[in-house]
């Protein structure tokens, strides 16, 4: 028996399909199918028709009143992880369906979380749930990144951010079960970086037995990243692994206000300038970006050139949002390895 | 009745620990401490009852200690997370105690609260949840007779809040309350004073006060002096070497990210003599990059070295400005390596 129940108490799903059917059926009677779910060509008929091939079940809260669901509503450890595979193919290889990535996000992000809440309700846990909950990290943090520029009404990059944590601790809750896993050091390098500011993940890190080129890059990261060594932190950026690169995406925007803050101090004079070309390469913007974050921290400009001054670095000013690093193709290096995950962990045949 | 509840708890945990059976007898410690909650509730106006509270919840956390041990060991499907249910159990009797302010100083149950977030902090500090700490410091600050705590209870409550206060790179205050505890340790509970050392060694040397190799022999902490040999030379190479050295240790006991901390105490160290070498107010960063090279960072750049001196600046410990148009550090006339417990 593949699953593996805690108490042993637990419902056990009958449903073959990514949809059961009682709900397909509801969802196309009521209107309520996903572009993604339409039988192609349906779109304008009354109602569009499901394509029970693309119809994924939706994820909905558990709450009172809402009756438990039965076994042929609940799928089996199998269709599950058919079910994650056809989602995360999906996002990596649907582009332009929807006109914009962030409707595909949406879609996948919610019917994973689905996918999710099946697992605790069979009380699926252990090895083989792990492949499903690792690439699901994968599947967070490249869409926290590819997504990170929109605004806050297209991408919300804290409901991202809750659903990647959700997914991580369950993975390493399982590790610490004493399941292994040979995507181990990768997702605990992955939590170390994303959650830089606590320095639970980095501990974890030092305290394993084991050590690999990911898990150093990861350890290194974190000391330029609490030494405010951002020269060297910019410059290893770009030999780093793709997960990596993308789980320090996110605090970038910090790093480079910390820059300006010891800038100010440092390079503080009324008649030395600081070149924006040269602040350009080193903090990894372009040269708009630099002299909009000169003017965020209120860092005086002429010209081509900064001026830094002690007592101008505006301290109330937060960090200038996330940018994507263009010329360090992350995404398409991000794309490439969740494949590479795909084919390492999933029996693609099935 | 609580009262029969407690023995009748106790004597279940006591058979299970006969039998080998750690599981089991966390859990009816688990009762005993439950029971001993409802008990303390039903006791107005009197507190004597609290060396037991205190013998049954340090019990609770060894127990729970073991069975989890025993869990992790036998990589059983189901997974108690007894530390964490210790904690609530903990914290059942702390409520209780620290609500009681209707009684008499000398009846008062919150004599009892110390002790209890000693135990939890031993707890936090196991399961990595170190912001779960906050609300029970604040307990105890805010309480009037802070002071008046047995002083073993104080001496382990400033050994644990010191060592928060140096994961949150707060030095300063972390000195002060692992000075406290190491001041105020019992002179004979020598495995005590070496534990508080461990935390106020490195945090002592990012403010500038290197051990003396007297002082590590008698605690048996010469793990530390290398890497102090490291620093005082500003020899980067050595520090990495020096941690690798010890690496187990160090990271065992959660210093090993303070030690690379200190790197850049050595980098200090280093540049100061560069500038003592060239005996100049305007140091050529091409210079210290050279010097960086040497000292193990092979791989530095300039933009690199002026990134350090930058931080070092900006942290107050080197007096001066870079130029960047002639790639210079200008370092004040006066005292431009300030002493580092001056500047920290």
């Known amino acids: 028996m593949s699953s593996l129940g805690i108490l042993g108490n637990f419902i056990h799903g009958t449903c073959e399909e990514m949809c059961p059917k009682s709900e397909l059926e509801f969802r196309q009677r009521q209107r309520l199918l996903h572009p993604l779910e339409m039988k192609a060509g349906t779109i304008h008929h009354k109602p569009p028709l499901a394509d029970p091939l693309k119809t994924v079940k939706e994820y909905s809260r558990s709450a009172a009143g809402v009756k438990a669901e039965n076994a ?4 089996p450890l199998p269709v599950l992880e058919r079910t994650t595979i056809y989602l995360i193919r999906l996002a990596l290889e649907e582009q332009d369906l929807c006109g914009n990535w962030s409707t595909i996000y949406d879609f996948v992000a919610d019917r994973l979380r689905a996918v999710r809440k099946d697992i605790v309700i069979q009380g699926l846990s252990g090895r083989d749930v792990l492949p499903i909950l690792e690439v699901m990290v994968l599947f967070h943090l490249y869409a926290g990144y590819r997504l990170c520029e929109l605004k806050v009404s297209q991408f919300d990059p804290k409901l991202n951010n809750d659903m990647l944590i959700d997914c991580v601790r369950r993975v390493l809750d399982t590790y610490d079960y004493g399941f292994t896993s040979r995507n181990q050091l990768l997702l605990e390098s992955i939590f170390a970086l994303h959650d830089i500011n606590r320095t639970e993940g980095v501990v974890r890190l030092l305290s394993s037995k084991a050590r690999s080129k990911l898990t150093e890059d ?28 993308c789980a320090m995406a996110q605090h970038l925007p910090s790093v480079r206000r910390n820059a300006f803050n010891a800038m100010s101090v440092a390079y503080s004079s009324k008649i030395l300038k600081v070149p924006v070309q040269w602040l350009s390469s080193l903090l990894l913007l372009s040269c708009e970006e630099v002299r909009a974050e000169a003017k965020n921290y209120g860092v005086k400009q002429e010209a081509d050139f900064l001026q830094f001054s002690k007592g101008n670095f505006n301290f109330d000013s937060k960090p200038v949002p996330c940018t994507r690093l263009k010329e360090l193709e992350i995404e398409s290096k991000m794309q490439v390895f969740i494949k590479k995950f795909l084919v390492q962990n999933f029996d693609l045949r099935k | 009745m609580p009262l029969s509840e407690i023995v009748l708890s106790h004597l279940q945990a006591a058979n299970s620990i ?10 009816h410690q688990c009762g005993v401490v439950a029971a001993i909650t409802k008990w303390l509730q039903l006791q107005k106006d009197e507190n004597w009852s609290l060396p037991v509270m205190h013998t049954a919840c340090v019990e609770l956390r060894l127990l729970a200690l073991q069975a989890e041990r025993i869990q992790k060991k036998s990589h059983s499907v189901s997974h108690v997370e007894c530390l964490e249910k210790a904690a609530e159990s903990l914290m059942g009797c702390f409520r209780i105690c620290a609500s009681d302010n209707r009684s008499s100083e000398e009846m008062t149950k919150r004599w009892g609260m110390l002790a209890l977030i000693n135990q939890l902090f031993k707890v936090y500090f196991r399961i990595n949840k170190l912001n779960l700490c906050k609300p029970l410091i604040r307990a105890i600050e805010g309480s009037p007779f802070k002071e008046d705590f047995s002083l073993s209870q104080q001496v382990t409550f400033r050994y644990y809040t010191g060592r928060k206060a140096m994961f949150d790179s707060e030095f300063r205050q972390a000195e002060a309350y692992l000075e406290y505890s190491f001041q105020h340790c019992h002179v004979q509970s020598r495995k005590n004073k070496r534990r508080i050392l461990i935390y106020l060694i490195p945090v002592k040397m990012l403010l500038g006060y290197m051990p003396k190799r007297a002082l590590l022999e008698k605690y048996d902490l010469m793990a530390f002096w290398p890497a102090a040999q490291a620093i005082r030379e500003g020899n980067s190479n050595g520090l990495s070497r020096a941690i690798e050295k010890n690496e187990t240790f160090f990271i065992k006991n959660g210093v090993y990210i303070m030690l690379e901390k ?9 540049f100061k003599k560069v500038y003592h070498i060239l005996n100049t107010h305007q140091i050529d960063i091409q210079a210290l990059n050279v010097a960086l090279k040497c000292s193990g960072v092979t791989d530095a750049d300039v933009d690199e070295t002026q990134c350090l001196v930058a931080n070092l600046i900006n942290d107050n410990k080197i007096k001066g400005y870079i130029s960047h148009q002639h790639n210079k550090l200008v370092v004040s006339k006066q005292n431009p390596f300030p002493a580092l417990h001056t500047v920290a």
């Open chain 1, 218 to 245: 990861a350890i290194q990261m974190f000391i330029l990243y609490s030494s405010n060594n951002y020269a060297r932190l910019f410059r290893s950026l770009q030999d780093l692994p793709a997960p990596l690169a």
């Open chain 1, 72 to 75: 042929d509503q609940l799928r």
């Open chain 2, 18 to 27: 006969h039998d080998n059976d750690w599981l089991k007898a966390f859990e």
């Open chain 2, 262 to 270: 200190l790197r850049m105490i050595a980098f200090r160290n280093l």
